[in-house]
């Protein structure tokens, strides 16, 4: 049986890992000027980058709880979580064309 510390410490590792997810895809969105560019970027660095944060928060801090096995884990800590950034920042988020972002004079050339 699972127990509540091992349920909420897994809870907030896919919550993280969400967050991280969202806000590495709409970095992608915005900064990168092409369609594919974004969606490659987010492919191939987004799930790096959930695997550092899994591995910080899981080893580190001991979150999350034993999920039978390693595909488990990777599912649960990378791939619903990428998936679930990615559509928080495409169905919620305004489209990159509606936000303005800052000029790029304000920076030295020294």
């Known amino acids: 049986m699972v127990s ?12 993280v890992n969400t967050l991280v997810a969202a806000v590495l895809t709409r970095y992608f969105r915005l900064r990168l000027s092409t ?6 970027y987010t492919a191939l660095f ?7 944060v899994t591995l910080l928060l899981s080893g580190g801090l001991g979150l999350g709880g034993d ?3 390693r595909e488990t884990a990777l599912l ?7 998936t679930l950034g990615y559509a928080i920042d495409l169905f919620w988020m305004p489209p990159p064309d509606a936000v303005d972002l800052p000029a790029d004079e304000g920076r030295s050339s020294g």
Request: glycine share 18%; charged share 5%; net charge positive.
């Open 4 to 15: 509540l510390v091992a349920a909420v410490g897994l809870t907030m590792l896919v919550g």
């Open 35 to 40: 369609r594919w560019g974004s969606a490659l």
């Open 46 to 52: 987004g799930p790096v980058a959930l695997v550092i």
């Open 67 to 69: 999920l039978g096995g």
């Open 76 to 82: 649960v800590s990378v791939v619903v979580p990428l």
